[in-house]
């Protein structure tokens, strides 16, 4: 049993819906779980035979005390599950849903994997939920982190029983279509944490000198508004879009010469790994943490020092007038990108369960 915030176009979402497809053709029986409703839409597809659980309970916003009234009410409803369905293992991603995951399974001797998907030493956390979330990693059964740089920032006894598995990648099936001119893409939550205020001041800096090319950024979130501003001032506005969320996932995949991920950290950058497999060419902040575990620096793609905007400038001008080099790199990062296939990473998920549990064993 997979448990999730939601079933809309997040990273972990897309990750579930990988794992579990897989799942089922090995023959497991697999439950999806989520707490947003019914009506709500889902982004990324399931094979018809995972069961969609959907809770219903919609986190509480902003308010911190309606936040924690919506978490109590997530554990009692996800607890009575638990009892009602009694899955040999539960698997939940990311830290608030970790530690109400936790919490709903105390005492019934059910198995919880709980999984993050971030940098915990950049990622802004309530110090509640901090607190909460160091409880219930002491009482998880298993910890998965995506990458060994993320593994060694957490402490001894973390690391014990962290488990490191990255994300899965599903070769693109979307076509690559012709279009006028060249296309710089990036993709992501519109968010401080993306940096796309500094990828759009790179570019702006030279855009003048590639009339042909244009920034497409993919993604919506609380920063669109700043976002279009940093490209209406940048004197290049007709050259800089906010393209707004994809109609399918990967649609961006159709149009895009170059990628670029300016990232000021990262867990895992599903984006990146889903560029690189599709061919094309990546140029990537060397942020912590994934890309330096994801590209070999000159081979199948390009790093550059992380929030460093003279680099990202000087090696997005090397790249966009270097056609040669792009096709080379695209090519070799298609494929260095076969080790992340969703056959090899369920793989490790199930090294992972056939190691640590049996459909009976207590999870203390």
Known sequence: MFVLAGLGAGGAERVVSLLSGEMI????????????????????????????????????????????????????????????????????????????????????????????????AAQRAHPFWAFAWKIAARRASAIVLQTEAIRVLYPQSIQLRAVVIPNPVLPPIVNREPHDGLMLTAVGRLEWQKGFDTLIKAFAAIAEDFPDWKLVIWGDGPERSRLQWFAEQSGRPGQIELAGKSQSPGDWIKNADLFVLSSRYEGFPNVLVEAMAAGIPALSFRCNFGPEEIIDDGNDGVLVEAENIVMLTAELRSLMQNEQFRQRVGAAAAASMARYGVSEVVSKWEALLKKRFTPTENSD
């Open 25 to 120: 053709e090995r023959g497991h029986d697999v439950s999806v779980v989520a707490f947003d409703g019914p009506k709500d839409p889902i982004y990324h597809s399931f094979q018809s035979q995972v069961e969609i659980v959907r809770l219903s309970i919609p986190a509480g916003g902003k308010s911190f005390l309606r936040g924690i009234e919506a978490s109590v009410r997530r554990v009692t409803e996800l607890r009575r599950l638990f009892k009602r369905s009694a899955p040999d293992v539960v698997i939940s991603f990311l830290t608030k849903v970790n530690v109400i995951s936790v919490l709903a399974s105390t005492g019934l001797h059910i198995p919880v994997i709980i999984s993050e998907r971030n940098n915990p």
